[in-house]
């Protein structure tokens, strides 16, 4: 084995729990690999607008190379991010300590979760420097006018978001870390934050986590995909990658003493779902791919017709209501031009009932043929459209298993099966479209497919007693498999009602603090 490529902790991925994982473990003394199938992006590489489908969209064997993933499984399509930051590049800035009831869920088992938890998600927001937004949008006052007028109460806040807004495009010094970090550029709210910042005002993982790893030695291989990972001969595990992209991937391989799987969801479960199948891993929990959650959430929009407002007027998102105990919805924005996904989109049709979703959806068409047609029309859609981002904290999962033809999702056998139609979201878009003078969209995938959105996919690596009750114990560690862990969203055991990437930063601090120093011999 070449040495420069034998390390102590081997992390597959580089979002948030990877990134943690790396830092983390780094300072420790270990010697540390991150192996990223994604590319090394810099904001001045970023594209204006994700039409630039190379730099926007990743679809490798299309020669598509950029940072946004979309996996579309027969019961959810799932958005996720690749490229060195993970996640943390695409995703839309929010910082969210999930209300404390979630923690008291029976998924989460025995312990007081929220105080076990508490020192990790104040260091978490250290790192990530969140802040609440100083001001809001557009669509966020029309968003808490729709709150109070459904609650008869202000449910209305402003989000803790991982943006720097310092003097707008001004270039300063370090503001988090005493000036050990990085120079930052002030945030000028274009919009643009899911698309990569082109600034660098956003606290993507390059910029703390990670950038703090490599000073300490952590090397990262990007465009390093990870097709399996097995028991070494000489101790340890054997990594075995290829490039993630072109003709000629050749395949390499790496050694360590120990493996963290933190590629999410879409890339942690996918792997060991390949190892146990293929003998690898053959001793992995029968709980793999079990109880994996959308967030329970939908993903609708307003297209308005009123061209006096200025839709793309603020970052991401700035802020959420609580129109019900379970439900938390924040406004979404794209900066203008980039009017790529909204091609997922159509006219809003109910679900539930006696009547097929899809003969309701023919319907609306007949009686809305006008509003068909314009969200057919993808140019210029970002300009005037309004995403609605719907969450809950409701009990539903799916299953993922993994056949012949690839990865499938499966219903639970006891009918918790993930919403495809949630009331209240096509409410609250129904009343935004009103006060926005436009009409409501959904997607072609609850239609067509009776299937959500979901940009935070979660679990199906959740963490139990046993290995019959979960695939790790409750310090990440992959039962019967010492030196393997797992840290990042796939361990998450319940939906949140709120962005998770505060939370899966907090859960692999946890992690990682239960990772005891290197030992050094004398000398050293």
């Not at 978001?161 to 050990?180: H, I, L, Q, R």
Request: charged share 20%.
């Amino acid at each position: 084995m070449n040495k420069e490529k034998d390390f102590d902790f081997i992390i597959i991925g580089s979002g948030f729990g990877g990134s943690v994982s790396a830092y983390r473990l780094a300072q420790k003394g270990y010697r540390v690999a991150v192996l990223e199938k994604g590319l090394r992006y810099q904001s001045k590489d970023f594209p204006k607008t994700n039409w630039h489908l190379r730099k926007s969209v990743w679809m490798p064997q299309f020669g598509l190379l950029g940072i946004q993933a979309m996996t579309l499984l027969r019961h959810v399509l799932v958005l996720h991010g690749v490229g060195v930051g993970g996640g943390s590049l695409v995703y839309a800035n929010q910082l969210i300590v999930p209300d404390d009831s979630i923690f008291d869920k029976m998924e989460w088992g025995t312990g007081n979760w929220k105080e076990i938890l508490k020192p990790f998600f104040a260091e978490a927001k250290r790192m990530l420097g969140a802040v609440k937004s100083p001001d809001v949008g557009n669509a966020d006052r029309i968003l808490r006018e729709v709150g109070i007028e459904l609650r008869g109460e202000d449910t209305f806040h402003v989000n803790p978001v991982g943006v720097f807004f310092g003097e707008p495009e001004k270039t300063v010094p370090d503001p988090y870390f005493n000036g050990e970090g990085p120079d930052r550029t002030g945030c000028i709210k274009c919009g643009a934050c899911m698309i990569g910042c082109p600034i660098g005002a956003k606290n993507t993982l390059d910029l703390n986590y990670l950038y703090f790893a490599e000073k300490l030695g952590a090397v990262i291989f990007p465009e390093t995909e990870v097709t399996g990972v097995r028991p070494s001969d000489q101790g340890g595990y054997e990594v075995i990658t290829r490039k993630s992209h072109g003709i000629f991937r050749k395949t390499s391989y790496f050694r360590a003493k120990n493996v963290v799987f933190s590629g999410g969801v879409m890339g942690t479960v996918n792997l060991l779902l390949n190892c146990k199948q293929n003998g690898m891993l053959p001793n992995l929990s029968d709980r793999l791919g079990d109880f994996t959650r959308t967030n329970s959430e939908a993903i609708l929009g307003v297209d308005s017709r009123d061209r006096s407002q200025n839709w793309n007027d603020h970052i991401a998102i700035t802020s959420g209501i609580y129109p019900d105990a379970n439900t938390h919805i924040e406004v979404v924005r794209y900066n203008k031009g980039s009017d790529l996904l909204y091609a997922i989109a159509t006219v809003l049709t109910e679900g539930g009932g006696k009547i097929p979703r899809f003969l309701r959806f023919l319907g609306n068409i007949i009686r809305h043929p006008y509003q068909f047609l314009r969200a057919l029309w993808i140019p210029g859609q970002s300009a005037r459209t309004t995403v609605i981002l719907v969450m809950q904290s409701t009990e539903n999962y799916l299953r993922l298993r993994k056949t012949r033809f690839g990865l499938i999702s499966e219903l639970p056998p006891d009918g918790k099966r993930i919403p495809s139609y949630i009331p209240i979201a096509n409410q609250v878009t129904r009343k935004m479209a009103e006060k926005m003078q436009g009409f409501p969209k959904g997607s072609w995938f609850e239609v067509l497919l009776d299937a959500p959105s979901t940009a935070h996919i979660l679990g199906g690596c959740v963490m139990g007693e046993t290995p019959q009750q979960g695939v790790v114990d409750k310090q990440g560690k992959i039962f019967g498999y010492p030196g393997l862990y797992v840290a990042d969203g796939s361990v998450i055991p319940s939906n949140l009602n709120a962005n998770p990437a505060l939370t899966i930063t907090a859960v692999s601090e946890y992690i990682m603090s239960g990772i005891p120093e290197k030992e050094r011999l004398p000398n050293q």
